[in-house]
Every structure is written in structure tokens, then in C-alpha cells.
């Protein structure tokens, strides 16, 4: 009942079981004593743990719009929206209306079901994610087991609506964002996973709190230190990843408009369209959310004298950050050529990536058991080692990449170059 | 104690997956249809590992920590990927050549 | 009885994707229905207790598979066009499939299998209760001393994902051959796709 469910208690239990979690949506097989009363109860208190849960990603989304537009503005030396209530505080209520005023258009050309549901399913993935966010200690809906794995699994099924999206509007353009879209998401899906592995290594779990214990200032495996600083190397490639996973800019190859117009979301309109973009701020947020569990300690605070200042404003404190990083790449960079998209995935990504991962392992094994600080220590040794021999491998590259142009593409320079090179010779 | 599933009723899932399966496998046109049938097929297949797994017996060995069921199904999801990449792989080559994936284009070897 | 609903649910979406797969005119809209199916199997790996299968289920099926296959519907098909589906043997084919569902429906009903003692009854509610009992455990462990009972709450966690663990153990030890060799048939299949999709 839930007069008996107080919100508190409602929010403590957690379900570390997928098993437990899908059945106890139905059952009353509650994991918290004092709230096995009925299935009544689990179900109201699952509804209410699912709103609370969405209420506040909501309202954290409509002013993620709000706020990158104000950042982006600054960063182009504009203002950003300033007209509607204060500072334009209430700009994203009155761009929610006006999407959904808008006339609802469906191409007559469009495969009905296809098309309408394409738009419908892209929140789902993005929402379910956040059943294993924690964003305290027992603000987390679910404490799943298999927490990282969950999020991950749940994201990758984000492709399926922009394929519906794309092949259901029956637009050239739509259909060539959606495969444009896809190729690049499922690319860069290998490295975001390959990137979070390490940490995954180094914690010894997949359970969301878990994985935070373990890099606290009171903790189990690496005692006091962050995950960010024994794996840079894979927070950099998880940031870059995952900017291209949600499709930011300089990754929005998928919607570049000045190419394909908007990509697989060309044909929607009012709400519809409305959808794509809300799924694209809720994904934003989960990733920060995500990142900031996996490499900066979640809830726990940095050092254990802090800890007075509650969890749940570190998590949102570190969440925003990331969430700055992504407004901040995307007011700073250009968009990359198709090409070289996928050539950065590939050709960079993975490899760097998984001799990260090797050398994780590896060490991770040499160091089991040490001291906290020596074990900070040669892992610091080895990721500078590590971006140094990436600094020298890409000069190298970038060298003989220069040469071959002087010999190949200019025949002047080619003379003048064959002539030095006789000389030395 | 709540009533339990009862093992058979996994079973008759996994049935009814397999033969879906087996009846796409056996009735497309399209090649890929074929193939979408047979990754039924092994999902039914899948589906039998798991739940025995979970309810049957294992013979107390030595050394075995009775994953068998899931270890199993997991090899079946990897070869699954590989078959599908391979499989698609032919099928957009034949395309290529033929401008066709209809599976009763591909008989020039019945003579 | 709520379990039983559960499991309905998703052998409902399981069955009933399948279904779609077959029935759909359109290639395309078949492979959306996969997905469907795949999803329903991934509820019953859940239900199952395989928490770690159910992700993987969901990853590569959905996440890979499906996406391949859509891939080639793509680049292969009249992407817009409805055609004829079945061939001429699709009637033979509907009378073989059922006749083999109705023999392993009654095979599986019929045979006395030896479900596992320890327990017999309520397997899966039982360890699900294991599960639970551990994890309330852990979060009130959480909850009263984060400093002092850490190490406790730790160990809990860690026995949390038991499951996990004791897959991950298999695959390194008793199963590391198949292990191995599925690694090297996926490396190869990976070439092979290459090759062969080049040329």
C-alpha cells in the first residue's frame, strides 16, 4: 500500500537479480523486510521509484536543451535564448509547445507502422538505461548484478527505431542517415565497451555500486583513487566513443545537414521529431551519468573529509560536468568526413583501446594485492608510457605520411626531394 | 512457496521457436529470410540449454561448478554472429553477381 | 502465480515475434519482428536466472545480429517493394515444422526429467530469494555503517554476482578449450566476411 511505502524506503530497496527485478514487477517477492506487505505495494512502489526516476531525467533534460544552448551561445559569442521568463528559464517549456501544436505530417509514401513506431521506440533504450544509474547510495532503481553490462546492452538496442525511422519514411535521405547512422554507432560501440573493460578489471564486478565502492574514499580494491587516473587512456576513449555513440557533434555525421539534410529523422515532424530530440538529451545524460560512475566515483565523494556533503550532489555535480564536456566538444570542434569517421574508429580507437586493455591486465595482475599508492603509481608509469609511445607512433606516421605526399603528388618537390635524397645517399 | 514454472513449459517455448525456425528455413524465397529462420532455430536450441541448466541435475564431478548450460549457450551466440556475418557475407556477393537473393536462383549446380 | 504471468509475458513476445518473422510479406519488417523474438528470449534467460546470458542475448543479437541483417536486407533488396514470400513448398514445410513442435512438446511433456533436488518445486523462486535476501542484506549493510561494516558489504557484493563470477570461472578453466576455439572460429569468420564481401 502506500501509505505503508514511504518514498525513503520505497527508494532504499534495491533488486540485484535481473530475474528478481522482471518478476518482482509483478510478484511480491520483495527484497526489503519491511516492505514485503503485497504485490500491490511492489507495483506501487515500482511506479513510483520508475517516476520519481524519469521526473527528475525530465526535468534534467529540458534544461540540458536550455543550457547548451546558453553554452554554445556564450562559446559563439552570442546570447543564447534571453526572452522567455528569466534568463530564458522557461524556453524549453515553450519550445515543448510549440512541438506539440505543430502539425503531425506522415509522408503518404511512408510505411505506417514502421514510421510511427520508429519514432516512439528511440526513447525506450534511452530511458531504460536509467534503471542502473545510481545517483546515491539507494537512489538506484535497480542494483543489478550485471549493472555496466545492462546499460550497455540496453544502449546498443538504440540502433533498431533509427533503422524503423529510416526505412519507414521512405526518404533517400532518411534511408542513407539511418545506414550512415548505424555503421557508425555499432563501430564505435566496440571501443566504448573495450575502453570500460579495464575498469571492469580493475573493480572485479559489474554492479553499478559496486563498481563505485571500489574507487571511493572507503573502498575495496583501489582504495581512494578515481578510475579516471588508473585509466585515462580509457576515459579518453570512452568520452570519444561515446560522443559518437549519441551521434554530438563532431560526430553528427548521421544528421549532418548540410549533406543528407537531417539523416533518418528528415521526414518527422511536430512530436515525432520532438521524440528524437528528447531521446538524444536523455542519452546525453546517461552517458555523463554513466561515465561519472564508471571512472569519477559515482556518488562517493573525492576525499573521505567530505563526505558530509550528501552523494547525490556529487553524482549530479560530476554527471553535469560531462555533460559540459559534450556541449563544450561540440561548440569547439567541426564535423569529421565520413570516411575519416570510420577510419578513426578502427584505425585508432580499437587498437589503442585494446593494448590499454592488455596492459590493464597485465598490471593489474603484477600489482594485485599492493599498496594503494604503489599500485597508483605503476599504473601512472605505465599510462604515461603509453601515450608516449602514441605521441611518437603518430609523429612517425605523420612524417612518412608527408614524405609519401612530397614523393607522389608533386613532381617538382618529387625532383627536388630525389635529388636530397641522392645527395645523403 | 509460490508455483514454480514447471521445466516442460520452457521446453514447449523452445518447441515452438524451433519450429517457427524450421518452417522459415524450409518456406522463404529470400536467402536472408532463410537465415533469419535458422537464427530462430538456434534461439530455441539456446532456450533448452539455458533451462536445463537451471533445473536439471548435475552430476557432482570434480572440477565442474555446473555452468555447462550457459557456458554452451554462450558458444551458440558466438557461433551465431560468426554464421550470420559469413552467411550475409554470401549472400550480398551472390547478389552482386546474380542481382538476385532468391534461393531458387541459386540452383546452376542441379545441371 | 505472478511469475507464471511473467513468464507468459515473454514467452508471449518470444513465440509471437517468431511468428511475425514468418508470417511478414516484407524482408524488412520480418527482421523487425526478429528482433521482437530476440528480445522475448532474452526475458526468458532473465526469468531463467541468467542474468550475464540475458545481456549478451540483448548485445549481440539485438545490437549485432539483427543490425547485420538488416545490413543486408538493405543492400540486397528492393528496399520499398512487397512480394511474394514463400515458395511452393511452404504447405509441406508448415506440415513438417508442427509435426516436429507437437513431438518435442509431448516429448518434453512426457518424459519424467531429473529436475534437481536440492530445489525441486521452486527452483527458480528459491534462488531468486538467495539472491535477494543477499543484496537487502548488503544495502542495509550500506546504509548503517559505510565505514566501519565496508568490507562485509564488499564481500556480499561480490557473492551478489556469484552468477557472473562462476560463468566467468567456467569459461577460464573447465571450458578454456571451446573458450579458445570460439575465438579463433570468430576471428576467422570475421576474415572470411571480409573476403569474401570485398571481392
Known sequence: MLHALPLAESLAETTTSLSGWLTGLFSGTAPEPGASSSAAGIIVASVLKATVIVLIVQIGMLYATWGERKIIGRMQDRLGPNRVGLFGLAQPFADMIKMLTKEDITPTAAHKWVYNLGAILVVPPAIIGFAVVALDRNLIAADLSIGALFFFAIGSTAVMPIFMAGWGSRNKYALLGAMRAVAQVVSYEIPQVLSIVGVLLLAGTLSMNGLIHSQGPIGDAFPGVWFILLQPIGFVIFLLATTAEIERTPFDIPEAESEIIAGYHTEYAGIKFGLFYLALYFVTISASAVGAILFLGGWQPPFAFLAGIPGWIWMTAKTLALVFVFMWLRGTLPRLRVDQLMAFAWKVLVPISLVNLMVTGLLAKLVAGRAPLMVFGAFTVANVAMVALLIWLVAGWRRFNAARQITFERPAVQAVGAALRRGAA | MEASIPLWWYLLVAAALFGTGLFGALSRRNAVGVLMGIELMLNGANINAVAFWRYIAVPSGAGLNGMDGQVFAIMVIALAAAEAAVGLALIISIYRNRQSVLVEDFSTMRG | ?199
Do not use: C, K
Open chain 3, 1 to 199: 502465480m505472478m511469475e507464471m504471468l511473467a513468464f507468459g509475458l515473454v514467452a508471449g513476445v518470444a513465440v509471437g515475434g517468431a511468428i511475425g518473422v514468418v508470417a511478414a510479406r516484407n524482408v524488412f519488417v520480418s527482421a523487425l519482428w526478429l528482433v521482437l523474438s530476440f528480445i522475448g528470449v532474452a526475458g526468458i534467460y532473465a526469468i531463467l536466472g541468467a542474468d550475464f546470458l540475458a545481456a549478451t542475448q540483448v548485445l549481440i543479437y539485438v545490437g549485432a545480429i539483427s543490425v547485420l541483417i538488416l545490413f543486408a536486407v538493405m543492400l540486397t533488396h528492393h528496399v520499398m517493394g512487397d512480394e511474394r514470400s514463400n515458395n511452393r513448398q511452404a504447405f509441406l514445410a508448415f506440415i513438417v515444422s508442427s509435426s516436429v513442435v507437437a513431438a518435442l512438446g509431448v516429448l518434453a511433456y512426457r518424459t519424467d526429467w531429473p529436475i534437481r533436488p536440492a530445489d525441486a518445486g521452486g527452483s527458480v523462486v528459491t534462488a531468486m530469494r538467495g539472491d535477494l535476501a543477499g543484496s537487502s542484506a548488503a544495502s542495509t549493510a550500506a546504509q548503517t555503517g559505510a565505514s566501519t561494516a565496508l568490507t562485509s558489504t564488499v564481500d556480499l557484493a561480490l557473492n551478489q554476482d556469484s552468477n557472473v563470477v562462476r560463468l566467468g570461472q567456467a569459461l577460464m578453466t573447465e571450458h578454456l578449450l571451446s573458450f579458445e576455439i570460439i575465438s579463433l572460429v570468430l576471428l576467422v569468420a570475421l576474415i572470411g566476411a571480409i573476403v569474401i564481401a570485398r571481392d
